[in-house]
Structures are given as C-alpha cells and as structure tokens.
C-alpha cells in the first residue's frame, strides 16, 4: 500500500513539475503573438504599393497644382481626380489593414480567455508547482491559494498566482527583445 501512494505522489510530482513551465510557455507565447498584433498595428500596412500611390498622389496634386491657366482647367481637374481616386484606393487598404488587425485581436482574446479558462478548470485545486518557502517568505499565502499550502517546507503555487506572475514575466521578456526585429523575420 506504501508503495502505491509513493507511486502516486511522485506521478503527482512530475505532472506539476511539467505544468509550471508549459503554462508559462502557454502564457509567453499569448504575450509575443499580443506584441507582435500590437506591432503590426502601429507599423501600418506601409509597403511598396501604398508608398507608391503616396509618391503618385503627391505627384499628381503637384502637376495639378502648377496648371493654374485657365486654358488647362480641365487637365488639372482630371489630374486632381486621379489623385481623389488614388487616395481612396490608398484609405481602402488601410481600411482593410485595420479591419485584419482587428480580426486578429478579438481571435488572439479570445483565443486567451478559452485557454486560460480550461487551465483554471483543470489546475483550480491542484498545485501547479512548488516552491521552497524560504525563497518567497512574505508571499506565501499569495501564491498557494486554493492549493494544500505549505508542504514538506515547500509552497504549493496554485493556478491563478502562476498565471499572474507568468504573464508578468512574459511581459518583461516581450520587452527585452524588440518584438520589431522578430516581427520584420515573419513579414
């Protein structure tokens, strides 16, 4: 019978031993993929086509500009016509660009509310890891809430306090690396 409940605990062990750094893991790459949405938001869809039709457009109201005779009215309002057309060919694809960021953002929250969800669901009374008392002194009670506490002079850290100190920790790792540099390999 002792050597069940030994086989037990120690299945237990190395179940939570796992569960620590795959939700961190869960949680970091929830954080990169917000960085990287986030990022792609503020960048703007600015490439080759709509640096081209901002060149296009400048160019056109210039020409349109410079034909002040009366006898070249008509050139430059149809110059000034295609720079209109231009400029809302160049409004729809940054339209569309907010319209994608957008999508991804909602599909990214909700993607992190169902997951987080199922962790809370299956971690709620579980310890996720433990921790040696004497490293986390004060806050001991903070981090093994909903757990058994201490046990054998450790802290049983439950789910909610792991996911906090996770996403904390992720965001703080987001940050060192410039999500710019990662983001541009991807593009």
């Excluded at 790459?29 to 640096?51: C, L, P, R, V, Y």
């Excluded at 060149?55 to 000034?80: C, D, V, W, Y």
């Excluded at 579980?126 to 450790?154: D, E």
């Amino acid at each position: 019978m002792g050597i069940v409940n030994e086989e037990i605990e120690d299945n237990h062990h190395h179940h939570t031993s796992l569960a620590a750094p795959l939700i961190f893991l869960i949680v970091l790459s929830f954080q990169f993929a917000s960085h990287w949405i986030e990022h792609f938001n503020k960048s703007g869809s600015d490439n080759e086509k709509e640096t081209r039709l901002r060149g296009e457009i400048k160019q056109l109201l210039k020409e349109a500009s410079s034909l002040t005779q009366p006898s070249t009215f008509a050139q430059a309002a149809k110059l000034r016509r295609q720079a209109a057309a231009k400029e809302r060919e160049l409004a729809k694809g940054q339209n569309l660009h907010h319209k994608d960021t957008a999508l991804y953002s909602k599909v990214l929250l909700i993607s992190k509310v169902l997951t987080y969800l199922v962790l809370l669901i299956w971690f709620w009374s579980v310890p996720v890891a433990t921790i040696s008392q004497q490293l986390v002194q004060p806050f001991g009670r903070l981090l093994s809430w909903r757990t058994k506490g201490v046990q054998n002079n450790n802290i049983m850290v439950g789910i909610i306090p792991w996911l906090i100190v996770s996403s904390r920790v992720s965001r703080f790792v987001c940050k060192l690396k410039p999500v710019a540099n990662i983001a541009n390999r991807f593009s």
